[in-house]
């Protein structure tokens, strides 16, 4: 009993024993740490339901909780850990997993409640939730951004390419035809380019589908090379 005694008050998890009449017999001392009262604050269980959900629909809630789990205890049954919001004497709010479980005989006789601390955990998983609606947040204003540039970007390079087509079907001489060729290359390369663009915004909101298009692959090695040959002119004029 000695032992039992000393394990009790020592260990970090509040404890509440009451006898089947509702009389609260033994609070450990983490319970009054916890919440603040004492054996002459709450001499039975009402008193208990009375300061801990001074809120009636709150308090019908949890006596009912409680009553459904004592009545499994009685049947020998198992009964999970519920986590509760309760008020302590100085007014704040802790969240805690309360745990019944049967006593003995005799002195022992009755239910013991466990009740855990998890104000902080609750704590830290509020603020990582809130961090993690900051990020989608920003991710969505970075998705919403690369779709506008996009579209805005590819109605000026519609127009170049339009024009530089429309060049091109024209009579122009040789050098110039090619410049202009060129450049209506360059247009639908940088096309391409904002289109990817665009689909990263589609990836990340998951809307992005792929197609299966016929390509030439000859007709792309040369544009390649073109636009290298393209770039090296230009750095030899500089």
């Not at 509760?84 to 004497?89: F, L």
Request: aromatic share 8%; charged share 25%; glycine share 6%.
């Amino acid at each position: 009993e000695n032992r039992f005694q000393r394990i009790v008050e020592a260990i970090p998890v509040g404890i509440a024993q009451h006898d089947p009449n509702g009389d609260v017999r033994f609070l450990n001392p983490y319970f009054t740490q916890l919440f603040g009262y004492s054996t002459e604050d709450i001499p039975t269980v009402e008193d208990w339901y009375r300061l801990a959900w001074p809120d009636a629909d709150a308090r019908a809630r949890a006596r009912q909780q409680w009553q459904e789990d004592l009545r499994a205890q009685r049947l020998g049954l198992d009964t999970p850990a519920r986590e509760q919001q309760i008020r302590c004497r100085d007014g704040n709010l802790r969240s805690v997993e309360i745990a019944l479980a049967r006593g003995g005989s005799g002195p022992y006789d009755g239910i013991y409640a466990v009740f855990s601390d998890v104000t902080e955990q609750r704590e830290v998983m509020q603020r990582l939730e809130q961090a993690m609606l900051v990020a989608q947040s920003a991710a969505r204003a970075k998705s919403e951004f690369l779709a506008n540039m996009s579209h805005e970007i590819r109605t000026p390079m519609n127009a170049i390419i339009g024009l530089s087509e429309l060049a091109l079907h024209g009579e122009l001489p040789p050098r110039q035809h090619q410049y202009v060729q060129r450049i209506h290359q360059a247009g639908v390369s940088l096309l391409g380019i904002i289109n990817d663009i665009l689909d990263f915004s589609k990836i990340e909101a998951g809307k992005l589908s792929i197609e299966q298009a016929p390509f030439s692959l000859g007709r792309l090695l040369r544009d390649v090379l073109r636009s290298e040959e393209h770039t090296s002119e230009l750095q030899s004029l500089r």
